[in-house]
Nanobody, 122 residues
């Protein structure tokens, strides 16, 4: 069974940075690709970005605009979300999620972490 645990959230001033970590466990995790999502108070959850199974290719939602970077260390089963130039509107609970990848199919994101709170003060 694949499980995800996020960490690294906290309180930061506008313009600051944080690095979130998502550690995967379970024998099958090597066949799962990871994405990051966030949910602000009173808003729907939105996709932030994701990374390919190999960890070589990352892709982002338009609103990221070069401020966030996703990377992976497959030797540590960890995916990172580097948050730079943070704005108060980035305040949200950030979740990592995983989806199974095979040669022919990619599932939906169906494994979720517990989330980590990011609060950006103005």
């Amino acid at each position: 069974q694949v499980q995800l645990v996020e960490s690294g959230g906290g309180l930061v001033s506008a313009g600051g940075s944080l690095r979130l970590s998502c550690v995967g466990s379970g024998r099958a995790f090597a066949r799962y690709a990871v994405g990051w999502f966030r949910q602000a108070p009173g808003k729907e959850r939105e996709f932030v970005g994701g990374i390919s199974l190999s960890g070589e290719t990352a892709y982002y939602a338009d609103f990221v605009k070069g401020r966030f970077t996703i990377s992976a260390d497959n030797t540590k089963s960890t995916v990172y979300l580097q948050l730079n130039r943070l704005k108060p509107e980035d305040t949200a609970v950030y979740y990592c999620a995983a989806r199974r990848v095979t040669l022919t199919t990619t599932s939906s994101y169906d494994v979720w972490g517990q989330g980590t709170q990011v609060t950006v003060s103005s």
